[in-house]
T-cell receptor, first 114, second 113 residues
């Protein structure tokens, strides 16, 4: 069984400040990792994903995440946030055991303040 | 259509009634997923379709929940004898193949009174 933990339910940050949203996972097999974003009144959309290869993954809107197998983490970062980054961010994990569905974390609400 | 379409967008029902939620995936997407998002919670997996078959239905919370997919396209999620704890946003997503990017619909907000 796999699980995802997003330790921070809310992260307030000022505009142009850096941000890190934390994600830890638990799995006994190789994993695939994802970050999805849900803007207000919109559906979820993929920010970035890690399947294999380089552990530093770059996504849309200037976000990046680093896969750390030893620490079982996949933290999301952005060096300078904008008001428009205010949204709910979900970390998700899948594996290659045959169960294809993603397991999502409980989400982190990023609130960017002027 | 251009994206994943779900209907209705909102559904209010009385406890004990049956409801049917519809998902129209992106044309050509073979994989289809149903998730449930409760207030303040993450996304809870319900069921996954590959074509018309459901290789993983492990997330369905009880036998009151069922889903089907026909023609490798439209899917319906049926909840029988609804309970108040069924109130949530039901999200549908589709992808071209497994492990591809998921495209989500806007969801159906279900309220059971």
């Amino acid at each position: 069984a796999q699980s995802v933990t997003q330790l921070d339910s809310q992260v307030p940050v000022f505009e142009e400040a850096p941000v890190e949203l934390r994600c830890n996972y638990s799995s006994s097999v190789s994993v695939y990792l994802f970050w999805y974003v849900q803007y207000p009144n919109q559906g979820l959309q993929l920010l970035l994903k890690y399947l294999s290869g380089s552990t530093l993954v770059k996504g849309i809107n200037g976000f990046e995440a680093e896969f750390n197998k030893r620490q079982t983490s996949f933290h999301l970062r952005k060096p300078s946030v904008h008001i428009s980054d205010t949204a709910e961010y979900f970390c998700a994990v899948s594996d290659d055991t045959g169960r294809r569905a993603l397991t999502f974390g409980s989400g982190t609400r990023l609130q960017v303040q002027p | 259509g251009a994206g994943v379409s779900q209907s209705p967008s909102n559904k209010v029902t009385e406890k004990g009634k049956d409801v049917e939620l519809r998902c129209d995936p992106i044309s050509g997407h073979t994989a289809l997923y149903w998730y449930r998002q409760s207030l303040g919670q993450g996304l809870e997996f319900l069921i996954y379709f590959q074509g018309n078959s459901a290789p993983d239905k492990s997330g369905l919370p009880s036998d009151r929940f069922s889903a089907e997919r026909t023609g490798g396209s439209v899917s319906t999620l049926t909840i029988q004898r609804t309970q108040q704890e069924d109130s949530a946003v039901y999200l549908c997503a589709s992808s071209l193949t497994e492990y591809e990017k998921l495209f989500f619909g806007s969801g159906t907000q279900l309220s059971v009174l």
